[in-house]
């Protein structure tokens, strides 16, 4: 499984990068045939919100994509409530092609 981890208007500590490492690696208990991973972290400056940290993970596997995109006010639950999204998506899709 290939993981690329990209920053948008800011640098991610090891701490950020270290929690997004452990949650994509559990991806492949739900899924094995897994090719990539893409998760791009944002800042979004532009709103001055205070739900400004945009967790986006984009999952390719073989004849289909799955993507989501959380935002919350900081990058480890906005990951997080992206990651949990992510599984549910993955966890359906299974079923649907088992069924």
């Known amino acids: 499984m290939n993981l690329q981890i990209?920053?948008?208007?800011?640098?991610a500590d090891a701490k950020l990068v270290d929690h997004v490492n452990k949650k994509v690696q559990k991806l492949a208990t739900f899924y094995d045939r897994i090719v990539s991973v893409e998760v791009y972290l944002k800042l979004d400056n532009i709103a001055h919100q205070i739900k400004d940290k945009i967790a986006e993970i984009k999952v390719h596997v073989p004849r289909h994509d799955f993507f989501v995109k959380?935002?919350?006010?900081?990058f480890e639950e906005?990951?997080?409530?992206?990651?949990a999204s992510l599984v549910n998506q993955i966890k359906r899709q299974k079923e649907?092609?088992?069924h």
Do not use: G, I, Y
């Not at 959380?70 to 900081?74: D, G, I, L, P, R």
């Open 78 to 83: 906005s990951f997080d409530l992206a990651f």
């Open 96 to 98: 649907k092609n088992f």
């Open 6 to 11: 990209q920053t948008v208007r800011f640098d």
């Open 70 to 74: 959380h935002e919350s006010k900081s």
